[in-house]
């Protein structure tokens, strides 16, 4: 059964000076309105900076880009969905820098100055000429419209309902204007933090070194993109890529457009994560975890983790039922020490446990705010320390089982 | 809707001597076929042991049972399902105290010679007089008969579909005769393991010291119990009890007796493990993974827990698709190093991963292997150490989301 679309959430952000895109379908995918190439490219050289799965079975194209970044002199990034080009061996690798080849020939750039992503089905070779073709021809199609934008946002989508955009103008150049970033992204499932299955690429006219696009790339992922599951599934693929090209001013930001960018960055990997785990398969809420009192973030994250990944915490949601022993008894084994004596939850506002004990509560009132609203939030106060963290995922519904139950073989 | 039940799986195992046993409804469940209440009580002091949650988050009954164990003196067991007694602060201490002073009273015995188990909804405080009542009731009802042990049994269940029992005989007392095990056990969902979310009771008639009951129950249930999930979430009330009363012969068990002891201790703890997945909510295969070639036993664990708690795997099983991405890929978040190059994969005998690369492999037949039968075999080769586990997971249908979703508050 196809997947229904849905359109873009908002506006199109403004493209970043400097660069054009392109999105098409190759029949990578069986559905001809289904783009499955997409391409990025930069008129001028970019630094480029990346973080990647953590996972020991690391896609080809996951090997390809780690071992290119943080560096220089990058004309642009080529993506193609329909297969991830994982647990393929030496073929698979060949197939990466025949793809990276072929998009930096038909650009007119230098043999390796282009990144390449892959998402997908694991474990199938490439089908090397269909990619071929897609990005000769993307290469041609190259825009800078909203049209061009959407598609090759489009072209990121595996199981996605949407595609995937964000960003704004940050900071003031020397010619005072603003600078832009446009970020875009996929998800869907295979869903599990460090990083969330998922592929990103965030582009600017700015200008940055490598080390400060590495360390504030690697922030606000932390903040974001690693603060979000739909299933738990750590994937082979995982790749968030930043661009920087400079054409808004050549000079790498510093001071207050530093910070500025850094600002812009997070909150843009923020919307496109919570959209992730809005366009999670299947679901029917996007739920948020909020927890404080941890002795650190990272405790603070994996207690957030541990309850959204319990499968009854996720059907309690979905079946709009506040059985909030479910949150309690997550938090209690996600390996974090605190007393459970000084944790308070509350869910949608509503406080729900307090001093180890049930709190008396309107549970027709609880259930019914959370039929009412998209997103259901749950507030975790540890008691324990100062650290803290925002966690999206999504709910369990039946729907996600039949989609994961008949997506191929 | 109510839960569909089936009969019990196989005969019911003797009853050791010296044991008398009762199940019936009190009134903590709606239905009242429901049995609710079960008294297993000895008719001497026996040895007890127990293996407990370890989250942080525990009930009444949990603590309860873990400052008194291993010990001896012990007369029995009262149990309850339909209310966990869990996240009820300290009249959920002042309850449990309570049904064990009751139930000592209801057969004649010392104040704090019973132990309690408690399994169903967290935060909701016991209804007392329903559970005095019955308790008192159930001591006139004792019996040593089959229909009584299967009443038991069913006084454990919540939304399993079937009463769970195994043991046999083993050893040979002093006067020529065998002595007996018997194991009751209750799972369906909040099932992950350091414990699976579960209640278990093993009762013999054997003698044992504290020292050897303790030992060998934690033995048997690191390899049984901690090696199940249904859905990876850890119980607040997770208990198994061994109950050693000597009925058989006074002297405790040394040589090949304690030998064959805890052999049939940890078969029936496996039995119990395997039926436990079995009538996983919704199940529709048992999915059982053997890890060898790991560095340790643990690290083995790590790998077949993050392979089953991955809802792609679950869904990919119960819907017959020989989808080995999803395997290799959780084998490789799991927190456990290994060479991807050196990883075999086999699915129902078929191999699929091996070199890193994909094995040519009949998808058809892999798919009709999965749906001929109601057990999955997943075997992974890490081909790394001598580390080995065998673990029993159930798959994710569209039905354990409806029962989830819907099971109150």
Same mark, same amino acid.
């Given at each position: 059964?196809?997947?229904?679309?849905?359109?873009?959430?908002?506006?199109?952000?403004?493209?970043?000076?400097?660069?054009?895109?392109?999105?098409?379908?190759?029949?990578?995918?069986?559905?001809?309105?289904?783009?499955?190439?997409?391409?990025?490219?930069?008129?001028?050289?970019?630094?480029?900076?990346?973080?990647?799965?953590?996972?020991?079975?690391?896609?080809?194209?996951?090997?390809?880009?780690?071992?290119?970044?943080?560096?220089?002199?990058?004309?642009?990034?080529?993506?193609?969905?329909?297969?991830?080009?994982?647990?393929?061996?030496?073929?698979?690798?060949?197939?990466?820098?025949?793809?990276?080849?072929?998009?930096?020939?038909?650009?007119?750039?230098?043999?390796?100055?282009?990144?390449?992503?892959?998402?997908?089905?694991?474990?199938?070779?490439?089908?090397?000429?269909?990619?071929?073709?897609?990005?000769?021809?993307?290469?041609?199609?190259?825009?800078?419209?909203?049209?061009?934008?959407?598609? $090759? =946002?489009? #072209?990121? *989508?595996? &199981?996605? @309902?949407?595609?995937? !955009? %964000?960003?704004?103008?940050?900071?003031?150049?020397? /010619?005072?204007?603003?600078?832009?970033?446009?970020?875009?992204?996929?998800?869907?499932?295979?869903?599990?933090?460090?990083?969330?299955?998922?592929?990103?690429?965030?582009?600017?006219?700015?200008?940055?070194?490598?080390?400060?696009?590495?360390?504030?790339?690697?922030?606000?992922?932390?903040?974001?993109?690693?603060?979000?599951?739909?299933?738990?599934?750590?994937?082979?693929?995982?790749?968030?890529?930043?661009?920087?090209?400079?054409?808004?001013?050549?000079?790498?930001?510093?001071?207050?457009?530093? $910070? =500025?960018? #850094?600002? *812009?960055? &997070?909150? @843009?990997?923020?919307? !496109? %994560?919570?959209?992730?785990?809005?366009?999670?398969? /299947?679901?029917?809420?996007?739920?948020?975890?909020?927890?404080?009192?941890?002795?650190?973030?990272?405790?603070?994250?994996?207690?957030?983790?541990?309850?959204?990944?319990?499968?009854?915490?996720?059907?309690?949601?979905?079946?709009?039922?506040?059985?909030?022993?479910?949150?309690?008894?997550?938090?209690?084994?996600?390996?974090?020490?605190?007393?459970?004596?000084?944790?308070?939850?509350?869910?949608?506002?509503?406080?729900?446990?307090?001093?180890?004990?049930?709190?008396?509560?309107?549970?027709?009132? $609880?259930?019914?705010?959370?039929?009412?609203?998209?997103?259901?939030?749950?507030?975790?106060?540890?008691?324990?320390?100062?650290?803290?963290?925002?966690?999206?995922?999504?709910?369990?519904?039946?729907?996600?089982?039949?989609?994961?139950?008949?997506?191929?073989?």
């Amino acid at each position: 059964m196809p997947i229904a679309e849905t359109p873009l959430t908002g506006p199109v952000p403004s493209l970043p000076r400097g660069f054009s895109v392109a999105g098409l379908h190759a029949g990578l995918k069986r559905n001809p309105t289904r783009e499955d190439i997409s391409l990025v490219v930069s008129d001028r050289p970019a630094t480029a900076a990346g973080v990647y799965t953590q996972n020991l079975v690391y896609a080809a194209p996951v090997a390809f880009d780690r071992a290119r970044t943080p560096g220089t002199g990058f004309r642009g990034v080529v993506i193609n969905s329909g297969n991830a080009n994982a647990c393929t061996g030496s073929q698979g690798e060949a197939d990466t820098a025949a793809m990276a080849a072929t998009a930096a020939a038909a650009i007119g750039s230098l043999e390796g100055s282009v990144l390449v992503m892959s998402t997908g089905i694991i474990g199938e070779f490439l089908p090397r000429e269909k990619i071929e073709g897609g990005i000769k021809d993307a290469a041609l199609q190259l825009g800078t419209d909203e049209a061009s934008v959407v598609r $090759a =946002a489009r #072209g990121l *989508m595996t &199981t996605d @309902t949407r595609p995937k !955009l %964000a960003g704004d103008c940050f900071g003031r150049t020397a /010619g005072g204007e603003s600078y832009r970033l446009l970020g875009m992204a996929k998800g869907a499932a295979m869903i599990g933090p460090k990083l969330a299955t998922m592929l990103g690429l965030v582009i600017t006219d700015a200008a940055l070194t490598p080390d400060d696009a590495q360390r504030l790339l690697s922030e606000a992922a932390d903040l974001t993109f690693n603060c979000v599951s739909v299933d738990g599934h750590m994937s082979t693929n995982d790749t968030v890529l930043l661009l920087a090209n400079g054409a808004a001013d050549e000079q790498p930001l510093t001071g207050d457009n530093l $910070a =500025a960018f #850094g600002e *812009m960055l &997070t909150t @843009t990997c923020q919307t !496109l %994560a919570r959209e992730i785990a809005d366009d999670g398969e /299947g679901a029917t809420h996007v739920i948020r975890v909020d927890v404080s009192g941890a002795a650190s973030r990272d405790a603070a994250r994996r207690v957030a983790r541990a309850v959204t990944d319990s499968p009854l915490v996720k059907t309690a949601v979905s079946g709009a039922d506040p059985n909030w022993g479910r949150i309690v008894s997550a938090a209690g084994y996600a390996g974090v020490p605190f007393d459970p004596a000084r944790l308070v939850l509350r869910l949608n506002g509503i406080e729900l446990f307090r001093n180890a004990s049930p709190v008396a509560f309107d549970a027709a009132a $609880a259930s019914a705010s959370i039929r009412a609203q998209r997103e259901t939030v749950i507030e975790l106060d540890l008691g324990d320390g100062p650290g803290t963290i925002r966690f999206f995922s999504s709910d369990l519904t039946a729907e996600y089982v039949r989609l994961n139950a008949d997506y191929h073989t």
